[in-house]
């Protein structure tokens, strides 16, 4: 009996041999892979991204501030960021609100909501513009009743709205689930039995430990808000100066044979698109820095 309990145990290896087999594969695998993915990028990000600086600044930088200073390209830009601007907080309290519910509670309908909240990954741009235009349009569902109260929807803000809403929910919700699910209900719960409110417990226990995971998501629901073409050149209308959206003015222009216009233009959203991008690098280094 104590032989066997002396006897070495060789089926479990140390970490350092489980670490020294994982790195063990040839260095010109390694490079390989990183190779393949580096090309991947060059071709398909780094070409295409800087073709779009290039060709917007092709006809100098005169040209390239005429055309992301004319008029309707402002009025775009404006657009653009006030659809953005109320859409995002709107997202971020739904957000908010479904991962609590989702993660904090048990109900009937829970895998439910999470299926409507994932619908619009699966879910064509295009149609849900459509299902917009048949609720709200001239001839749809709530169409006459608008008319009469001269309210308008669809070729206007609201509509604009409505679907960047649509084709950005699950950005915030599907950041904050996995993060509340991991960090569980016990400290909710040690404040209840502590006597703290609902309120009280959601902004100083709840909120602090998902503010940066909230803040990941913004910054990803932004970049999409400022991007959508599909669902809101349905609504949109392509009113000149009042409907076109960034994405849609860059559209016409190219449409009208306006290239290097279109590509300064297109060049503006993209640095929109890379500020965000940075944000999301900024917002992982203060994470990964107070959690170290």
Same mark, same amino acid.
């Given at each position: ?33 990183? /190779?393949?993915? *580096? ?11 800087? $073709?779009?600086?290039?060709? +917007? ?7 390239? @501030?005429?055309?992301?200073?004319? =008029? ?30 989702? $993660?904090?509670?048990?109900?009937? !309908?829970?895998?439910?909501?999470? $299926? ?12 849900? /513009? ?6 709200f349009g ?12 001269? *309210? ?14 649509f084709v $950005?929910? #699950? ?23 502590? /006597?703290?409110? +609902? ?8 909120? #602090?430990?998902?503010?940066? !995971? ?13 991007? =959508?073409? !599909? ?9 000149? +100066? ?8 860059? =559209? ?6 306006? @290239?290097?216009?279109? @590509?300064?233009v297109a ?26």
């Open positions: 009996m104590s032989s066997i309990a002396a006897a070495p145990n060789h089926s479990i290896a140390p970490p350092s041999a489980i670490r020294s087999n994982v790195r063990s594969e040839p260095a010109w695998i390694r490079w390989l892979l990183i /190779g393949i993915a *580096l090309a991947f990028l060059t071709l398909f990000l780094f070409i295409p991204l800087g $073709t779009v600086f290039y060709e +917007g600044l092709k006809k100098g930088v005169s040209a390239y @501030f005429a055309a992301v200073t004319h =008029e309707d390209a402002i009025d775009a830009i404006k657009l653009t960021l006030l659809a953005t601007a109320i859409a995002v907080p709107l997202n971020a309290a739904f957000g908010l609100a479904a991962a609590w519910a989702i $993660t904090k509670f048990e109900f009937r !309908g829970k895998q439910l909501l999470i $299926t409507l909240i994932d619908l619009p990954f699966s879910v064509s741009p295009v149609i849900s /513009g459509l299902v917009y235009m048949l609720m001239a001839q749809g569902w709530f169409g006459p009743w608008l008319i009469e109260h001269d *309210l308008k929807v669809v070729f206007a803000l609201p509509g604009i709205v409505l679907a960047t809403i $950005t929910v #699950p950005f915030i919700a599907r950041e904050l689930i996995p993060l509340m699910e991991a960090q569980g209900k016990s400290q909710e719960e040690a404040a209840a039995t502590l /006597g703290a409110g +609902g309120f009280q417990t959601f902004w100083l226990i709840t909120l #602090p430990r998902v503010k940066w !995971g909230l803040l990941y998501g913004v910054v990803l629901c932004t970049a999409r808000a400022m991007g =959508e073409f !599909g669902a809101v050149s349905v609504v949109s209308g392509h009113i000149r +100066g009042a409907t076109n959206t960034m994405t849609l003015h860059v =559209e016409i222009l190219y449409n009208e044979y306006q @290239f290097s216009a279109a @590509f300064a060049s503006l959203l993209a640095s929109l698109a890379l500020l965000t991008l940075a944000a999301k690098s900024y917002i992982e280094w203060k994470h990964a820095r107070e959690i170290a």
